[in-house]
């Protein structure tokens, strides 16, 4: 059984920075994408970076040149790196894990971490 837990969130002022990090466990073995999504108040659940198994990434528009995304296959945790954070950026931050057709189209599958609040305060 597939388990994600998210890590590093919290407070942030507006310019700081914070690194998630998610960590994978339990029949991970088909799944070679990794990407980040976030659902901010009364929002939906958008793409905010993911990363494929041969290291190729993708952004979001709000993470674009200000988030960077990255993975550590020998321990099995994928992090995101936010840096000049805004206020916008507050959001519960979700873990997911994927295939090829997940990098490609940005779509989730089912599996999921339960989560992780990320407040930035300006």
């Known amino acids: 059984q597939v388990r994600l837990v998210e890590s590093g969130g919290g407070l942030a002022q507006a310019g700081g920075s914070l690194r998630l990090s998610c960590a994978a466990s339990?029949?991970?073995?088909?799944?070679?994408?990794v990407g980040w999504y976030r659902q901010g108040p009364g929002r939906q659940r958008d793409l905010v970076a993911i990363?494929?198994?041969?290291?190729?990434?993708k952004y979001g528009d709000s993470a674009k040149g200000r988030f960077t995304i990255s993975r550590d296959d020998a321990k099995n945790t994928v992090q995101l790196q936010m840096n000049s954070l805004k206020p916008g950026d507050t959001a519960v931050y979700y873990c997911?894990?994927?295939?090829?057709?997940?990098?490609?189209?940005?779509?989730?599958?089912?599996?999921w971490g339960q989560g992780i609040q990320v407040t930035v305060s300006s």
């Open positions: 339990g029949g991970i073995s088909t799944f070679n994408t």
């Open positions: 997911n894990v994927g295939d090829e057709r997940t990098f490609d189209s940005g779509m989730p599958t089912d599996f």
């Open positions: 990363i494929n198994g041969d290291g190729r990434t």
